[in-house]
T-cell receptor
Framework: GQNIDQPTEMTATEGAIVQINCTYQ??????LFWYQQHAGEAPTFLSY??LDGLEEKGRFSSFLSRSTGYSYLLLKELQMKDSASYLC??????????WGAGTKLIIKP | IAGITQAPTSQILAAGRRMTLRCTQD?????MYWYRQDLGLGLRLIHY???????GKGEVPDGYSVSRANTDDFPLTLASAVPSQTSVYFC?????????????FGPGTRLTVL
């Protein structure tokens, strides 16, 4: 079966760095996406990785290792507005997104 | 309109009733999707459409139907609602089904079936 695993909840301090991990087992691989979802709102796109390595975009970076089925999202200089759920999703061989349940990130002052 | 709109925002529905959730996008995207989101579970794909005139089944299609008469609109119908269909429903679109194409999401419809 297809499976995406990520921690249910994480807590971090404002100004700090946090890494959210995602492991996956899917039928085929056509890229990995990270989305942000604030409570009661729609998911919004953060990043896309299809090749191994690190993609940096401002305070957010995303890493992919295809051989180990592993990705992480790194958030630097945390701000209170970063409190949200972070969703990992893999595009499978049918070009359908398989979603993890999301990681709720709580930022404390 | 800018992006994707969904209607209604929320709805309480009696079991057995028929309900259509509306979704409209103005980005001229070819692909559109319907997901449901339940607590503790990832988004699950109900139905999708590659382009106007075509639709396909996702992971959890039973009890739902869709149509794609034109590029902009992608309504989702529950023929006879059941309590297990209580969920938050998101419509999304992307330029293409395949390849590097982020999905843009509507604001969601919160549906409660009693």
């Amino acid at each position: 079966g297809q499976n995406i695993d990520q921690p249910t909840e994480m807590t971090a301090t404002e100004g700090a760095i946090v890494q959210i991990n995602c492991t996956y087992q899917t039928s085929g691989f056509n890229g990995l996406f990270w989305y942000q979802q604030h409570a009661g709102e729609a998911p919004t796109f953060l990043s896309y990785n299809v090749l191994d390595g690190l993609e940096e975009k401002g305070r957010f970076s995303s890493f992919l290792s295809r051989s180990t089925g592993y990705s992480y999202l790194l958030l630097k200089e945390l701000q209170m507005k970063d409190s949200a759920s972070y969703l990992c999703a893999v595009m499978d061989s049918n070009y359908q997104l398989i979603w993890g349940a999301g990681t709720k990130l709580i930022i404390k002052p | 309109i800018a992006g994707i709109t969904q209607a209604p925002t929320s709805q309480i529905l009696a079991a057995g009733r028929r309900m259509t959730l509306r979704c409209t996008q103005d980005m001229r995207h070819n692909a559109m999707y319907w997901y449901r989101q339940d607590l503790g579970l990832g988004l699950r794909l109900i139905h999708y459409s590659n382009t106007a005139g075509t639709t396909g089944k996702g992971e959890v299609p039973d009890g739902y139907s869709v149509s794609r008469a034109n590029t902009d609109d992608f309504p989702l119908t529950l023929a006879s609602a059941v309590p297990s269909q209580t969920s938050v429903y998101f419509c999304a679109s992307s330029e293409e089904l395949a390849g590097v194409s982020e999905q843009f999401f509507g604001p969601g419809t919160r549906l409660t079936v009693l």
